[in-house]
C-alpha cells in the first residue's frame, strides 16, 4: 500500500494536474492577453465588477474541481470492484 503512505504523507497532490501541453499554454497566454485587453478599456467601475465575476467563477472552478474529483475517484472505486466481482 505505498500509494496510501505516499498520499497520507503529502507527496501526492490530487489536484495537481500536467500544465505542459501545447494547448494549455496556448489558451492560456491567449486568456490573459485578452483579459489586458478588457481591462485597458474599462472604467474603474467596471473593473470591480469584472474583478467580482472572475472571483465567482473561480470559486465556482473550485467547486467544480472538487466534484469532479470525488466522482472520478468514485468511479475508480466501483471499476476495482466491479474488476474484483468478475
Known amino acids: 500500500m ?7 504523507y503529502g507527496n501526492i497532490e490530487p489536484t495537481e494536474y500536467d500544465t505542459s501541453s501545447k494547448e494549455y499554454k496556448k489558451l492560456l497566454e491567449l486568456i490573459c492577453k485578452n ?7 474599462m472604467t474603474d467601475e467596471q473593473k ?5 465575476c ?3 467563477v473561480r470559486e465556482y472552478q473550485t467547486i467544480t474541481d472538487c466534484l ?13 470492484l466491479a474488476v474484483m466481482e468478475e
Open 68 to 80: 469532479l474529483f470525488q466522482n472520478s475517484f468514485k468511479l475508480g472505486a466501483r471499476m476495482m
Open 2 to 8: 505505498r500509494i496510501l503512505e505516499e498520499f497520507w
Open 54 to 56: 472572475t472571483d465567482c
Open 35 to 41: 483579459e489586458e485587453k478588457l481591462q485597458a478599456t
Open 48 to 52: 470591480e465588477l469584472f474583478e467580482k
